[in-house]
C-alpha cells in the first residue's frame, strides 16, 4: 500500500493507537459495586459514601453484616490498593494500572498513548467509567491512561470479565471504575505539592477541599510540564565512521534523546457534594483538561531533526451530575452527563520551504450526551432487584483539513452521531448465607439496532467462614459494538461490521482476613473496607498520612488473596486489514483468550510502629487467534495475538514505620510477539521481556501548623534498557523529588 | 593461620566477582557490543533480492535474499549482517556500480548494501520520504519522495545530497518510479495526482508534464521506447480531489509524450504493478493475477497469464535475464509473507517464505 492515503490513514490510526481497535459504546447498568463489605452503613448521612453510584450500595438499613455483599456476587473485582494510587501523585493510571494489577499497559512511551489490555483482549475492550459515565472514546473505543493522572480519582477498581457486564457493555476483557468521593474532613484543606523530575519534568498540584454539614466540596489542579527529552543508546542504529575514500572503518551506537517528546497537561477538577436532610445525595463533578503533546519519533527514524514533527492536543470536558436517594429496602438513582472532546492531530512536514507543509491535519469534535436512571430494592436480606436504563448520544466531525481540494479549499471529512441506548435489569439471591446468585439481562439498542437479550449469571459459595473462603463462578455474553471510527473513518471505514460478541466464564476462590481471629464475615477487599478508610489526612484522596497511619495502626496481620481462571471466546474480532490503497476495518478473527488471575495481599505489623506491606499480581494469559486461516500459508492460526505477553507480574512491597515510608514497585512482562504467526526469528518479531522495579522514600512530619512531606522516587532503578513497544525505548533510571504542604486552619 | 589468611585472599579476590556476577543481570543490558556480521551468512553477488515493507511505524521492514540456483532462501539478511534492523518500510532496492542500494521509506533513508556480506557500505540520509532511487551516473542519482514536491539529487560517492528537482504540482506531491529514455527521466506521481514528469538530466528540472489517468501507480519502459503506465483510478476519498475513474493501462510514447493508448482495466487485486522482461518486448502487468502481453500487442490478453485466485498479490517482479515471474503474498500484512516464483511458462517452480509485506524485488545478474 503506503501511498500518501495508505500512510495518511494510518498514521492518523496509528496516533489513534494500535489502529485496529473500536469502540462500542453501548453502555448498560452501572458498575457493581466493587467488592465492599456489607457491613450496614450506620446512616445515609456517610461522609464517606461516595457520591458515584459506580461504587459500593450502601445496604440500607438492611441488617446484613453477617452476610458477604449481595451486590458483590460473583464478582471477580480488585480495588487498586490506596498505596498504590496514592504513592505518587504524579503518576498516571497508566503507571499505578501497571504497576499494581494485573493488567498490560502498552506504552508508547514516557508521557505518550498508553492502554490498557485486560485478559488479552484489546485496549477498546476495557470499558472504562468516570464516575458512572463510559469515557472510552466514541471514535477510537479506547483510553488513553497517560492522559488519566491518579491525583484526579479517589477509588479505582477493577472489574475482571464477567464481572463487567453489569458496569458496562462492551467489556469483553473487563471494566476500570474510577470514582470521585466527598472529601472526609471538616472545614478548609488545602495541600500543595511540588515536584522535580528528572528530564525537566515539573509538577504542580494544588487540592482544596471543604468539608461542613451538608455540602462539601474538592478542587484539584494538576499542572506538569516535560521537556521529555531522557537519552539512551540507540541500539538500533549505527553511526558509520568512513575513511578517506568513503569506505567504512568502523561504527558506534549513538546516544539519543528522546525526540518531539515534550508534553505539557493541564487539569482542573472540580467536585460539590450535597446532602439532603434526608439522606438524599447530589453530586457534580467536572474535569476539564487540556494537553499539548509531542509525538516522538521511533529510534529507527533516520530524518534531520528539523521543523518536521507530529503534535497531538486534546481539549477534553466531563462532567456528571448525579441524584441519589437512599432509604430504607431501596435506592434510587439518577445521573446525567456531557463530555466535549476536541482532538487535534498534526504531522508536518519540513521539506525546505518556507513553512512547514502539513501532512496530516485531522481534527475532531466529540460531544456526548449521558443519561442513566436506575432503581434497586430490597425485598429482604435474601433479594435484591436492580433495574436501569442508560443513553449515549454521540456526536462526532472529523475532518483532516490537509487534504487538498481542487477548490482550493481544504478539507475533508465526516460527521456522524449515533445513539446508544441500554436497558438491564438485575436479581440477586443469597438463599443462605452462605450462597448467592446473581443474574443480570440487558438489551442494547446502537444506532438502530438491537443486540440480543445478553445474559450474565454469577454465583458464590463461601466455604469456610474462617478465612472468608469464598467460591465463585460466572458466565456471561458480550457484545462491543464497532467505534466511529471502525464505521466510518475516512478512508476505510465500513458501515456494514458487526458488533464483536463474546461469550466468557470464569471460576475461582478468594479469601481473606486478618490474622486477629476475627475472621468471620468480615471480608476485607484490599482497601475496600470501610473501616479501613481513613478519615482526615487530605479527605477524599487518601493523604499519605492517612495511609500511613493506617499502615502504622493496624495492629493486626491482615491478608488476603483470589485465584480466578477464565476463558472467553470473542467472534468478529474487528481488525484492520489493507484493501485497495488504503486500511479498512474487517470482521476477521475469532479469538480465544484465556489464562489464570492470581492476587495476594499481606500486611504485617511487627511491633514498635513497624509495618510490612506486600501485594502482588500474577496473569497468565493466553490470546489466541482461532480464526480461519486466511490462506494454506497464513500461520497465525493458534498463535498469541500481538503484544499481549502470557506473563506478567506485578508486586508492591512497603515498610513503614514514624512517618517513613520505603516503597519498592516491580512489574515483569513476558515476551511480546509482533508478528501474527508469533514468529521470533524474524527481527524484530518480539519485545524483550522487562522487569523494573521502583523505589520511593518518604517522610512524613505533623506540624503544629501543617503536615509536611518529602518524598524522593527512583524510576528503572537498575536503569534498565527496554521497550514496551517495538523502536520506542523507555527513559532509563530517572528521579523525582516531592514536597507536600499541607497547612492546617 | 595460613588457611585462614588464604581463604580471605580468596573471599577477597572471588567476591567482586560474585557481587559482579549478581549485579551484571540487574544493571546492565548489553556491556559487550555485538560482533557485526554473521560469518555463515554471505551470498554470491547475484539472485534475487527481496525488499519487505515490514510494518508501518515499526522497525521491522527487512531484506531477504533468494539464489534462484539453489533455491535457497536467505532471510533477514541486513539484520543479521549488520546487527541493526533495516527500519521502518523499506520500499525499493535499485544495484548500481555493485551495490545494492536500499530506500527505506519511513526511516527516511537509503543503505548502500555490499551484494556479497550484505554489509553496509554506507548511507545516505536527509530525506523526508524517500520512495526509489534512479541512477543517472555514478556521481549523480535521483530520489523521489512522497508528501515532498521535490525529487533529491544525491552524490552516492560523497553520500550527500547536492540539490533538488521541483515536481510542480500540490505541495503534497509524490512521485514513484522512475524510467530513463535517452537524456530524458520519466516519472509518475502517484498520490492524489495523473503526471507523469519529464526531466532533463543534465539541467535537473522538470521539462515537461505529461497527464495520463488518476493515480499512474507503476510504470515500465519497453524496447519500442513506449512507457507503460497503470493508473489505479483513485478511489472515492480522492474523488474530491482528483477525480474518481475505473483503472486503466496507457501507453505514452517517450519521444513525442504522447498518451497513445488508454484501455479500461477490470479491478481484480487490491495493486498494481508493471514490469517488462530483460529484452522490453514483453509487458507484465500485475492486477490480481499477472497479464503477459507483446509489447507490440494491441490488447490485452483474454485469459491471465498467472491466476490470482484467492490471493491478493503485494509484489511482482520479473527477472530480466530469465523471464521468471516471482509473485508475493502479504498475508495478513503482520506476519512472514510467501514470494512465489513462476517459470517463463507459468508453472509455479518454487515457493519461499520471506519477511513481513514483501512489496519489491531487485535482480542481479553477474
Redesign the interface.
Known amino acids: ?7 495518511l490513514s ?2 492518523a490510526l ?1 496516533l489513534l493507537t494500535c489502529a485496529v481497535r473500536g469502540h462500542s459504546s453501548a453502555e448498560s447498568t452501572e458498575a457493581p459495586p466493587s467488592a465492599r463489605t456489607t457491613e450496614v452503613s450506620p446512616s445515609a448521612e456517610s461522609s464517606e459514601a461516595p457520591p458515584s453510584a459506580d461504587l459500593p450500595i450502601e445496604i440500607g438499613a438492611v441488617s446484613v453484616s453477617a452476610l458477604r455483599s449481595l451486590a458483590s456476587i460473583g464478582v471477580r473485582s480488585s480495588r487498586l490498593d490506596s498505596v498504590a494510587t496514592r504513592d505518587n501523585i504524579t503518576n498516571s493510571l497508566a503507571d499505578v494500572l501497571s504497576r499494581g494489577s494485573s493488567m498490560f499497559i502498552k506504552s508508547y512511551g514516557r508521557g505518550t498513548l498508553s492502554t490498557a489490555s485486560f485478559r488479552g483482549t484489546a485496549p477498546s475492550h476495557t470499558r472504562v467509567t468516570w464516575n458512572g459515565m463510559d469515557i472510552n472514546s466514541p471514535m477510537l473505543g479506547m483510553v488513553d491512561f497517560s492522559l488519566v493522572p491518579s491525583f484526579l480519582v479517589d477509588d479505582v477498581s477493577l472489574l475482571h470479565g464477567t464481572a463487567s457486564s453489569s458496569a458496562a457493555g462492551g467489556g469483553v476483557g473487563g471494566a476500570v471504575v474510577l470514582g470521585n468521593r466527598a472529601p472526609t474532613g471538616r472545614g478548609f484543606e488545602m495541600s500543595y505539592t511540588q515536584g522535580v523530575g528528572s528530564f525537566h519534568t515539573f509538577d504542580q498540584f494544588m487540592r482544596l477541599a471543604y468539608g461542613g454539614g451538608r455540602f462539601r466540596e474538592t478542587t484539584r489542579v494538576l499542572y506538569a510540564t516535560s521537556r521529555n527529552d531522557y537519552r539512551y543508546t540507540n ?4 553511526i ?1 565512521h ?1 575513511g578517506e575514500n ?3 572503518t568502523g ?1 558506534h ?1 549513538p546516544t539519543e534523546r528522546n525526540r518531539n517528546g515534550a508534553f505539557g497537561d493541564l487539569h482542573i477538577q472540580q467536585d460539590f457534594f450535597y446532602t439532603g436532610p434526608r439522606g438524599d445525595r447530589l453530586s457534580l463533578v467536572a474535569w476539564w483538561m487540556s494537553s499539548r503533546r509531542g509525538v516522538p519519533v ?7 531533526d528539523n521543523r ?1 514533527r507530529a503534535d497531538q492536543n486534546e481539549q477534553t470536558l466531563r462532567t456528571v451530575a448525579g441524584w441519589e436517594r437512599e432509604r430504607k429496602g431501596y435506592r434510587l438513582h439518577l445521573r446525567g452527563g456531557y463530555t466535549r472532546s476536541s482532538l487535534t492531530y498534526r504531522d508536518q ?5 518556507e513553512e512547514p ?1 502539513e ?1 496530516t491535519d485531522s481534527r475532531s469534535l466529540t460531544n456526548t450526551l449521558f443519561g442513566r436512571a436506575g432503581a434497586d430494592y430490597y425485598i429482604d436480606d435474601r433479594w435484591h432487584l436492580a433495574a436501569e436504563a442508560t443513553i449515549y448520544g454521540h456526536f462526532v466531525e472529523s475532518v483532516d483539513g ?5 477548490s482550493g479549499e481544504t478539507g ?1 471529512g465526516w460527521d456522524k452521531s449515533r445513539a446508544e441506548a441500554s436497558v438491564s435489569a438485575s436479581v440477586r439471591w443469597r438463599p443462605t448465607t452462605r450462597l448467592g446468585f446473581a443474574a443480570n439481562v440487558r438489551e442494547d439498542l446502537y444506532g438502530g439496532r438491537f443486540s440480543p437479550p445478553i445474559p450474565a449469571l454469577l454465583a458464590e459459595y463461601t466455604v469456610a467462614r474462617r478465612g472468608n473462603v469464598v467460591v465463585k463462578a460466572s458466565a456471561a455474553r458480550n457484545f462491543r459494538y464497532p467505534t466511529l471510527n471502525d464505521m466510518y473513518f ?2 476505510g471505514g465500513n458501515p456494514s461490521l458487526r458488533p464483536e460478541s463474546g461469550f466468557t466464564v470464569d471460576g475461582g476462590v478468594s479469601f481473606g482476613g486478618d490474622g486477629g481471629g476475627g475472621g468471620g464475615g468480615k471480608r476485607r477487599e484490599r482497601g475496600g473496607d470501610g473501616k479501613r478508610r481513613e478519615r482526615g489526612g487530605d479527605g477524599g484522596r487518601e493523604s499519605s498520612a492517612a495511609s500511613d497511619q493506617k499502615m502504622a495502626a493496624g495492629r493486626r496481620m491482615e491478608y488476603g488473596g483470589e485465584v480466578t481462571g477464565y476463558s472467553s471466546r470473542i467472534a468478529d474480532w474487528i481488525m484492520w ?6 486500511w479498512s476495518p474487517q470482521n476477521v478473527a475469532l479469538v480465544h483468550s484465556y489464562g489464570v488471575e492470581a492476587r495476594g495481599n499481606l500486611s504485617v505489623p511487627l511491633g514498635r510502629g513497624w509495618l510490612l506491606r506486600f501485594d502482588a499480581n500474577y496473569t497468565l494469559s493466553k490470546a489466541i487467534n482461532r480464526g480461519e486461516p ?2 494454506d ?4 492460526v493458534g498463535k498469541q495475538l ?1 503484544y499481549i505477553p502470557k506473563h506478567s507480574v506485578s508486586g508492591t512491597a512497603a515498610v513503614g514505620w514514624r512517618g517513613w515510608s520505603l516503597t519498592w514497585k516491580s512489574v515483569y512482562y513476558s515476551r511480546r510477539y ?4 508469533n ?1 521470533a526469528a ?4 518480539s519485545v524483550a521481556p522487562y522487569f523494573m522495579n521502583d523505589a520511593a522514600i518518604e517522610k512524613r512530619v505533623a506540624l503544629r501548623w501543617a503536615g509536611l512531606s518529602v518524598k524522593f522516587a527512583v524510576n528503572n532503578l ?5 521497550e514496551t513497544v ?2 520506542r525505548p523507555m527513559p532509563g533510571r530517572n528521579f523525582g523529588l516531592y514536597v507536600e504542604i499541607a497547612p492546617k486552619f | 593461620m595460613k588457611n585462614i589468611l588464604f581463604v580471605r585472599r580468596a573471599l577477597r579476590a572471588l567476591l567482586p566477582g560474585a557481587v559482579a556476577l549478581l549485579a551484571a543481570p ?2 546492565s ?2 556491556c559487550t ?1 555485538p560482533e ?1 556480521g554473521s560469518k555463515s551468512l554471505r551470498g554470491d553477488g547475484s539472485g534475487v533480492f527481496v525488499v519487505n ?1 515490514g ?6 521492514a ?1 531484506l531477504d535474499w533468494y539464489d534462484p540456483d539453489a533455491r535457497k532462501i536467505e ?2 539478511i541486513f ?2 549482517a ?4 533495516l ?3 523499506a ?1 525499493s532496492m535499485t544495484v548500481h556500480g555493485g551495490v545494492g542500494y536500499v530506500v ?6 537509503i543503505f548502500a548494501v555490499d551484494l556479497k556480506t550484505f ?5 545516505i ?5 524517500p520512495r526509489h532511487i534512479h541512477f543517472v551516473s555514478d556521481t549523480k542519482a535521483y530520489v523521489t519522495q ?5 525529487i533529491a539529487i544525491v552524490d552516492p ?3 550527500q545530497i547536492t540539490g ?1 528537482i521541483a515536481t510542480g504540482g ?3 506531491s ?1 512521485v514513484e518510479q522512475m524510467v530513463e529514455w535517452g537524456r530524458f527521466v520519466f516519472a509518475n506521481c ?3 495526482d495523473n503526471r507523469l514528469l519529464v526531466i532533463d538530466t543534465e539541467t535537473d528540472e522538470v521539462t515537461e508534464e505529461i497527464e495520463v489517468g488518476v ?1 499512474p ?1 507503476s510504470m515500465a519502459l519497453d524496447k519500442n521506447g513506449k512507457i507503460w503506465v497503470v493508473t ?1 483510478g483513485g ?4 474523488a ?3 477525480g474518481h475513474e475505473p483503472p486503466a493501462l496507457h501507453r505514452v510514447d517517450a519521444a513525442t509524450r504522447i498518451v497513445e493508448k488508454s484501455v479500461q482495466l477490470d ?1 481484480n487485486g ?2 498494481f504493478k508493471l514490469d517488462v522482461d530483460g529484452t522490453g518486448g514483453t509487458v507484465y502487468l500485475l492486477n490480481g493475477g499477472v497479464w503477459k502481453f507483446d509489447a507490440t500487442a494491441g490488447e490485452l490478453p483474454a485469459e491471465p497469464f498467472i491466476e490470482g485466485g ?2 491478493s498479490f503485494y509484489g511482482m517482479g520479473v527477472d530480466p535475464a530469465t523471464g521468471e515471474v516471482y509473485l508475493s ?8 509473507g ?1 514470494v512465489y516464483r513462476y517459470g517463463a511458462a507459468g508453472a509455479l517452480v518454487d515457493e519461499f517464505e520471506v ?2 509485506a514483501p512489496k519489491a524485488f531487485c535482480f542481479v545478474n553477474e
Open positions: 500500500m503506503s501511498g500518501r492515503l495508505g500512510i494510518l498514521s496509528l541500539r538500533n542504529k549505527k558509520w568512513y568513503g569506505e567504512i561504527w551506537h521511533l529510534n529507527t527514524d533516520y530524518r534531520p518536521s512536514i519540513d521539506t525546505g520551504a507543509i501532512k490537509a487534504v487538498l481540494l481542487p475533508f475516512q478512508p486489514r489493507p484493501v485497495r490503497g488504503y486466511t490462506g500459508r497464513d500461520r497465525s500481538l509482533t508478528t501474527s504467526d514468529d524474524s527481527s524484530p518479531g537498575f536503569d534498565r534498557e527496554y517495538l523502536a | 540487574m544493571i543490558t548489553s557490543e557485526t515493507e510494518t508501518f511505524m515499526s522497525p521491522s527487512s532471510n533477514d539484520s543479521r549488520n546487527d541493526i534492523p527500519g521502518d518500510t520500499q527505506v521509506n519511513n526511516s527516511g533513508v554489509e553496509v557500505k554506507g548511507s540520509e536527509g530525506f523526508t520520504s512522497m508528501n515532498d514536491p521535490r560517492t560523497s553520500r533538488y500540490t505541495e503534497m509524490s502517484w498520490s492524489y493515480q501507480a489505479d478511489n472515492d476519498y480522492v474530491e480531489a482528483i479491478e487490491f495493486y484467492a490471493v503474498d502479504a498475508i495478513d500484512y503482520q506476519q512472514a510467501v519477511g513481513i
